[in-house]
């Protein structure tokens, strides 16, 4: 009989252990969707001031330019990261995807119209950097807000799903998380907006 008490006290201790773990585990993780929210909107709002006075003088202080950009790229966070770990609040076995970045909504494809358009700014040729370069600029401006729009309509889509599962599969779980990204249009505006103006900038 002290034996099978023994052990009965073992399997209990066990299980509460267990549970303890786990309700730690999710605290941490519902912690950690608020802390990592707040120094991204931080970004937020100092990229889009940085933003602003970069275009409100023309593009001519490109430290200004350079630093609104760093900023808003930062920005890609501000919904994904809080999304991964409420996904993992509620089950902290999720199949949780690579959060490197991905060219999984044409990232690949702005890049190389960015590039494009940098490239033509350098140019000596007169009509490529004062008027092809422009229309790039405003061509990648335009292409990034439809891309962009739809990442961020399917990455709901996806995130809800995702948590109404979950998290058991990481295809939605990685088409949530990256989808979630689309706040980086914020740079991607201000960026070609500026180059539109002072192009060479």
């Known amino acids: 009989m002290a034996s099978i008490c023994s052990v009965s006290s073992h399997w209990f201790r066990s299980i509460g252990d267990h549970l303890a773990r786990d309700l ?3 605290g941490d993780h519902l912690c950690l969707a608020v802390e990592e929210a707040i120094p991204a909107t931080g970004d937020l709002f100092i990229g889009l001031a940085l933003g602003f006075y970069s275009f409100a003088t023309l593009g001519l202080r490109t430290d200004a330019a350079g630093l609104s950009g ?3 790229f930062e920005v890609r966070k501000v919904v ?4 991964i770990h409420i996904l993992l609040t509620l089950n902290p076995g999720a199949a949780v995807p690579s959060l490197s970045s991905e060219d999984l ?3 690949g494809l702005l890049r190389d119209m960015r590039l494009a358009a940098d490239q033509s700014s ?3 040729n007169f009509f490529k950097r004062h008027i092809a370069a422009r229309a790039q600029y405003g061509l990648y401006g335009i292409s990034a807000l439809a891309l962009r729009s739809i990442q961020g309509v399917l990455g709901i889509i996806a995130a809800f799903f995702s948590l109404c599962t979950l998290g058991h599969s990481r295809f939605l779980n990685r088409v949530a998380y990256h ?5 980086l249009v914020l740079r991607d505006i201000f960026y070609a907006s500026t180059k539109c103006i002072h192009p060479f900038a």
């Open 179 to 183: 989808g979630l990204e689309f706040p």
């Open 70 to 72: 760093h900023h808003l």
């Open 80 to 83: 994904s990261l809080p999304y």
């Open 24 to 26: 730690e585990a999710r």
């Open 122 to 124: 350098q140019e000596d």
């Open 105 to 107: 909504w044409g990232g």
